[in-house]
């Protein structure tokens, strides 16, 4: 064996006796770790939940506005929708004893829900004011047009022989009501002038949410109008309307 290697070998030898382990040994137990306690987790409350049975959800709205509106009487063809910001309940008023000149009425009225109750936040009586003789003519509610309801309201009448009928467009604002487009829908000149003049009835088509619509008018010509989004409204392209009014 050379003495390199001799030296190597008593090297491993003495390393081993180092670390060996008397006959007897028994390793020491571990001392227990305390175990981390879990903090219980509270059961959620309940979240106050409404009535399924739309009836009864429009019964408890009602029961928390005012019943009467003025002069107005309601027509029954009440709205209760679920707005982004909360329950809105919307309803229809008409004056039966009006005269030519006074509108129908859309009252909206902001509400929070409170277990199977309502609380009424805040009133907008006039949320929309069209028509004649004490009326709108028709009314509906809408998700096409913008991230919140729409209230699509139509109201005319004649005045000296001359026919005009409105759309307004009134978004839902969790701020209040607010007034986005008003279109002349139908025009009809034929009780003032001799010749009867040109007469149009538009329908509001193509519309694309927040960006625009068309309106696509029929009658002595065909023709289009197309609105698009400017800030907080829809304002019609090249600024003015074919339909001049009476």
């Given at each position: 064996m050379t003495l390199r290697l001799a030296a190597a070998v008593a090297l491993l030898a003495a390393l081993s006796a180092c670390n060996a382990l008397p006959d007897d040994y028994q390793p020491?137990?571990?001392?227990?770790?305390?175990?981390?306690?879990?903090?219980?987790?509270?059961?959620?409350?309940?979240?106050?939940?409404?009535?399924a049975d739309n009836s009864a959800r429009l019964a408890a709205a009602r029961a928390v506005v005012p019943?009467?509106?003025?002069?107005?009487?309601?027509?029954?063809?009440?709205?209760?929708?679920?707005?982004?910001?909360?329950?809105?309940?919307?309803?229809h008023g008409h004056n039966p004893d009006a005269g030519h000149s006074e509108p129908g009425v859309i009252a909206a009225y902001y509400l929070r829900a409170e277990g199977e109750r309502f609380v009424l936040v805040n009133s907008y009586p006039d949320a929309?004011?069209?028509?004649?003789?004490?009326?709108?003519?028709?009314?509906?509610?809408?998700?096409?047009?913008?991230?919140?309801?729409?209230?699509?309201?139509?109201?005319?009448?004649?005045w000296q022989g001359c026919t005009v009928g409105l759309t307004d467009l009134i978004e839902l604002r969790?701020?209040?009501?607010?007034?986005?487009?008003?279109?002349?829908?139908?025009f009809d000149p034929s009780g003032m002038t001799e010749d009867g003049g040109e007469a149009y009835t538009g329908t509001i088509t193509d519309v694309r949410r927040d960006r625009g619509f068309t309106v696509r008018y029929k009658g002595t010509d065909s023709f289009a109008e197309r609105y698009v989004r400017r800030g907080n409204r829809f304002v019609i392209e090249g600024g003015e309307s074919r339909i001049t009014g009476c």
């Open positions: 020491k137990p571990k001392k227990a770790q305390p175990t981390a306690r879990a903090t219980p987790i509270a059961e959620p409350s309940p979240v106050p939940t409404m009535p019943a009467t509106l003025d002069s107005y009487v309601f027509d029954g063809d009440d709205k209760l929708i679920d707005a982004p910001f909360g329950p809105v309940l919307l309803r929309a004011v069209s028509g004649s003789f004490g009326n709108l003519t028709r009314w509906s509610v809408s998700g096409a047009f913008t991230d919140l309801p729409v209230v699509v309201v139509e109201g005319g009448g004649t969790p701020i209040g009501p607010a007034v986005i487009a008003s279109i002349t829908t139908t």
